[in-house]
């Protein structure tokens, strides 16, 4: 068992401890700890340096969203002949002690199965986030069990269209098949195109109960409001969209759009109407991108990417 676990990080020093006590949990269940940093500040990534002075880390000259970054790690880690499986895992999920190796005894019982992902929960909670998801015709991920206690769900193994991005271990060879991530996505929709890929390629996915973990969803101390930022919009709506036409075709893709179109402007109305003038943009970006998607135009702009950061 050689597991490569890869971490992405931008500018994380508001959750840099939470973040290493996670890895002292899980260190001892992994072959090597593989971080990509997605072109911090000098500061930030110095820091970064000291506390995980054990792990592998790359440092991008770019922000390349988390496709990029992964893509990155993933092929630093097949360019170890002895890896086996490699675990992508976001710094802000906490993994139960022996979660990890119990995923790859899952993965290597079965050759059919290409991904398995742990039982998601919610912060500091036994209640169900994430216990593999199905995809919807719009290409929604739809988490099974969601809001269950764990006792309450009866299968082992739960067998699906997709699992969360941000905690899932996969054999080898499923990237040398499969491919790696779609980088035109930079992030969002990335487990929904990955989903779509592995079923074509005749490879199961599945989530396991028994390995337990829990998204912490470490905020910054300084936001005023829960609601991430507006470039985020931008890309779901672009991203499900381009996925759509990707997989499926332009009638999909139509479908798709008119969809996230409707659905945002009917939103963007309801907060006009009620005050919250604030919100309005986020849903005007999410329609532009849905328009950027229909049209293929998956370039860098000033929507698509977060507030940099002066070096």
Not at 3 to 25: F, P, R, S
């Amino acid at each position: 068992m050689n597991i490569a676990c890869v971490t992405l990080t931008y500018n994380d020093d508001y959750k840099l401890k939470e973040w290493y006590q996670h890895y002292i949990e899980y260190k001892d269940d992994i072959y090597i700890h593989i971080v990509i940093d997605n072109n911090s500040i000098d500061t930030y990534f110095k820091t970064l340096t000291k506390t995980f002075s054990e792990s592998h880390i790359i440092r991008k000259k770019t922000n390349g969203g988390c496709t990029g970054a992964y893509n990155e790690g993933i092929k630093y880690a097949l360019s170890l002949k002895e890896v086996d499986s490699i675990m992508l895992l976001a710094n802000d999920i906490r993994m139960e002690k022996g979660a990890i190796p119990l995923l790859h005894e899952v993965i290597d019982s079965d050759n059919t199965i290409g991904m398995v992902a742990p039982l998601l929960l919610d912060a500091d909670s036994l209640i169900n986030s994430d216990f593999g998801c199905d995809i919807s015709n719009m290409l929604i991920m739809k988490p099974y069990c969601e809001g269950l206690h764990v006792n309450d769900i009866k299968e082992d193994i739960h067998y699906c269209e997709a699992v969360t991005g941000g905690a899932n271990l996969a054999k080898r060879e499923f990237y040398e098949q499969v491919g790696l991530q779609d980088e035109n996505l930079f992030m969002y929709s990335d487990e929904v195109d990955m989903g779509i890929r592995a079923k074509s390629l005749g490879f199961k996915m599945a989530s396991v109960k028994n390995a337990k973990s829990w998204h912490q969803h470490i905020n910054k101390p300084t936001s005023s409001t829960d609601r991430r930022e507006s470039f985020t919009k931008y890309l779901a709506g672009r991203n499900k969209v381009y996925v759509a036409n990707k997989h499926y075709g332009l009638l999909r893709a139509l479908t798709v759009f008119l969809y996230i179109v409707s659905g945002a402007t009917f939103k963007a109305v309801k907060y006009a109407f009620l005050g919250k003038f604030s919100i309005i943009k986020d849903y005007v970006w999410m329609v532009l991108g849905a328009h950027m998607g229909l049209f293929g135009f998956m370039g860098e702009n000033k929507y698509s990417l977060p507030i940099e950061n002066d070096k």
